[in-house]
């Protein structure tokens, strides 16, 4: 007996019938009479014919012990293919400071708790880090990569919002070229936020900063306002506050690893618990993500 014969044989020992066996395995009548006939001309008579249906003979019997152990091995070789393997050791996320501050520590907790032996190292930096080199495993950016050798993924779209703290935000006066604004260096004029500023306020900051989180603590310091993600109104002391003007256009954060180590099981983890976390603020990519679309 084939391992392959194991499925009809035991269908029509249960079921004692070759319609019902053939209704159990999803085929029709005269297939499984001719699979069951064939495996019985290789070994012998396996069943009589009988008006009432099938009876088993003795090989049949003697049979049926290693046929049910073969289905249950088959069905434990199943399990383990599907089942998540364990994922350990050390897994490097380069991320834009503001992210790991904002986003990422506040949300990790949980994946510390169901893989503890997984461990992070989180390179804090808006520097582009060489993925190729190994310099980290997975990276999370707000340009794509087009290389055909990194997988990349959009996490998500940060929406931005005029920030300010609550203690400053009720002296504001209706016309925000007078607001107090916080920006940024020359060296991120390219971004979408900085280029709203030019176009719509273009007043000297009273403030500009080098980095995002600079600018986060300056707004929650009472300093000034700023355009900065929608997230941050969940940190208490922050509030959006309205300028009468479009918002900054949306800005992708993409989730990039290298082909080689994207399904590596450390790597898989992190990258599906990545792709939840972001997506769980930006509703549109969180929905796509859920339905397997690749956006």
Do not use: C
């Amino acid at each position: 007996m084939e391992l392959s014969d194991v499925p009809d044989f035991l269908a029509a020992f249960r079921e004692r019938s070759l319609s019902a066996a053939a209704r159990r395995l999803g085929v029709n009548q005269s297939t499984m009479s001719r699979r069951v006939a064939e495996l019985e001309s290789r070994i012998g008579p396996l069943f009589e014919r009988l008006p009432e249906g099938l009876r088993p003979t003795p090989l049949a019997i003697r049979l049926l012990p290693h046929a049910e152990r073969v289905e249950s091995d088959a069905a434990e070789l199943r399990r383990a293919l599907h089942a998540p393997l364990a994922a350990s050791g050390t897994v490097r996320v380069a991320v834009a400071e503001a992210v790991a501050v904002y986003l990422l520590l506040p949300a990790l907790a949980p994946l510390r708790s169901r893989h503890p032996d997984l461990s992070l190292e989180l390179l804090a930096g808006d520097a582009l880090v060489d993925l190729h080199r190994g310099d980290a495993d997975l990276a999370i950016r707000h340009v794509r990569s087009s290389r055909g050798d990194l997988v990349t993924r959009l996490a998500m779209r940060t929406r931005f919002a005029v920030i300010a703290s609550a203690e400053l935000a009720p002296s504001l006066g209706p016309d925000p070229k007078r607001w107090p604004w916080i920006g940024l260096s020359a060296q991120y004029a390219h971004l979408p936020e900085s280029r709203w500023f030019d176009e719509h306020i273009g007043v000297e900051p009273v403030l500009s900063t080098n980095g995002y989180v600079l600018r986060h603590e300056a707004v929650r310091a009472g300093l000034g306002v700023a355009p900065l993600s929608r997230t941050v109104v969940r940190i208490p002391g922050l509030v959006a506050v309205d300028p009468g003007l479009p918002p900054p256009e949306p800005a992708p954060i993409w989730l990039v690893a290298h082909r080689e180590l994207r399904h590596q099981p450390r790597v898989a983890v992190v990258w599906d618990f990545l792709l939840e976390l972001l997506g769980n603020h930006d509703p549109d990519v969180g929905e796509a993500a859920s339905k397997g679309l690749g956006l």
